[in-house]
């Protein structure tokens, strides 16, 4: 059964730092690893997906690493913005199925 | 494109009534899952349809139920409602080509209380 963990459950970072939320699985049989931002009460909008053949993903100033072996997800965001503040999740697809991680909520202050 | 719409967005309902909640998914795609999201914590796998069949289930009771139309759109029904089912239900639709979904896109959900 998969699990997926996500640390820290929150983060508080000044405007203009970098960050790197982190993002754990069981089952390295993975398809793929898709990053999801939520805003308060909001559905999920997709930021990245990395396929298990993939070892990272670019976005503007957001970046998304993969290391199967390791079990391992990090999402990287450059120079952050007050407008970043949200929960951020991760989802571990296997066998059609996504497992996800409870989420980081981050909040960037002006 | 109009992307994953859900309806309704809201909704209020008594212990024992039943629910019906429906999806769109976005064009292009033929197959829907649908997640249970409670207060704080990330998104439960419930069930997913692709060609009007329950393709994968998640660790729900069978009060869950589904459907898939073909035009792909998809409902869910749950029955005998408990307090404990008040949550985000949210839908997701993505495109089932070489035997596993590709990226997977989410509507805004429908937040289900029950009292």
């Known amino acids: 059964k998969q699990e997926v963990t996500q640390i820290p459950a929150a983060l508080s970072v000044p405007e203009g730092e970098n960050l790197v939320l982190n993002c754990s699985f069981t089952d390295s049989a993975i398809y793929n690893l898709q990053w999801f931002r939520q805003d308060p009460g909001k559905g999920l909008t997709s930021l990245l997906l990395i396929q298990s053949s993939q070892r990272e993903q670019t976005s503007g100033r957001l970046n998304a690493s993969l290391d199967k072996s390791s079990g391992r997800s990090t999402l990287y965001i450059a120079a952050s913005q007050p407008g970043d503040s949200a929960t951020y999740l991760c989802a571990a697809l296997n066998a059609g199925k996504s497992t996800f991680g409870d989420g980081t909520t981050l909040t960037v202050k002006p | 494109d109009a992307g994953v719409t859900q309806s309704p967005t809201h909704l209020i309902k008594t212990r024992g009534q039943q629910v019906t909640l429906r999806c769109s998914p976005k064009s292009g795609h033929d197959t829907v899952s649908w997640y249970q999201q409670a207060l704080g914590q990330g998104p439960q796998f419930i069930f997913q349809?692709?060609?009007?069949?329950?393709?994968q289930r998640g660790n729900f009771p069978d009060r869950f139920s589904g459907h898939q139309f073909p035009n792909y759109s998809s409902e869910l029904n749950v029955n005998a409602l408990l307090l404990g089912d008040s949550a985000l239900y949210l839908c997701?639709?993505?495109?089932?080509?070489?035997?596993?979904?590709?990226?997977?896109?989410f509507g805004q959900g429908t937040r289900l209380t029950v009292v």
């Open positions: 349809y692709y060609e009007e069949e329950e393709r």
């Open positions: 997701a639709s993505s495109f089932l080509g070489l035997g596993q979904s590709t990226e997977a896109f």
